[in-house]
């Protein structure tokens, strides 16, 4: 074992030498984003499993000034759709959407943060961010610090799909008056059977 781990160490230090070296020479960054899954679904027929959700622009008297509520105006729905799933053994499991990561989502985890500008800032916050709601229950934000259950099984195969349609939304984050300026955030989500 030591062997393995002394030749190992051996052959380390050019890496380490030329990485050393290598400081003073042009470069850039390489990002890496990946997850580890129990399901393996198609989403979205094979297309990109990324979403851009572009919310029609909203006016400062439309989000009013009640603290946690779904603002109705341009409301956006989206859909995944999902296929060929490997079957789960456990039978009565659902697909279930996990989002992260949590510096995006409220410490509620009833909305993501806007994080065009420092929202803990009362002199720069616009006091808005976005939220995810059921069809059925458009006025009511989904919570995104818990496994959503889609309620889909995730059990049709060749060709066939299940889709969940969910609704995309301002979120009124405080009894502060809104402000104007661009929003954004950003969630990654993973479907699991857990």
Do not use: W
């Not at 008056?177 to 479907?191: D, E, F, M, P, Q």
């Amino acid at each position: 074992m030591f062997k393995y781990i002394f030749l190992f160490f051996i052959l380390s230090i050019p890496i380490l030498l030329n990485s050393v070296l290598a400081v003073t020479a042009g470069g850039g960054s390489i990002s890496f984003n990946g997850a580890i899954s129990d399901t393996t679904c198609t989403i979205n027929g094979g297309n990109s499993a990324n979403f851009t959700i572009l919310l029609d622009p909203i006016s400062i008297s439309d989000a009013g000034t009640n603290a946690n509520t779904v603002i109705q105006k341009n409301q956006k729905q989206f859909s995944f759709t999902f296929s060929d799933c490997a079957i789960m053994p456990t039978s009565g499991t659902n697909l279930k959407i996990s989002f992260s990561p949590s510096s995006n989502i409220s410490s509620s985890g009833l909305y993501l943060v806007n994080d065009t500008v420092n929202e803990n800032d009362p002199t720069k916050a616009i006091n808005v961010g976005f939220s995810l709601s059921k069809v059925a229950t458009p006025t009511i934000a989904i919570q995104l610090k818990t496994p959503f259950d889609t309620e889909l099984r995730g059990s049709l195969v060749d060709g066939n799909n299940e889709t969940l349609t969910l609704i995309a939304s301002y979120y009124k984050t405080n009894n502060a008056r809104a402000k104007a300026g661009v929003l954004h955030s950003n969630v990654i989500y993973t479907v699991t059977y857990l």
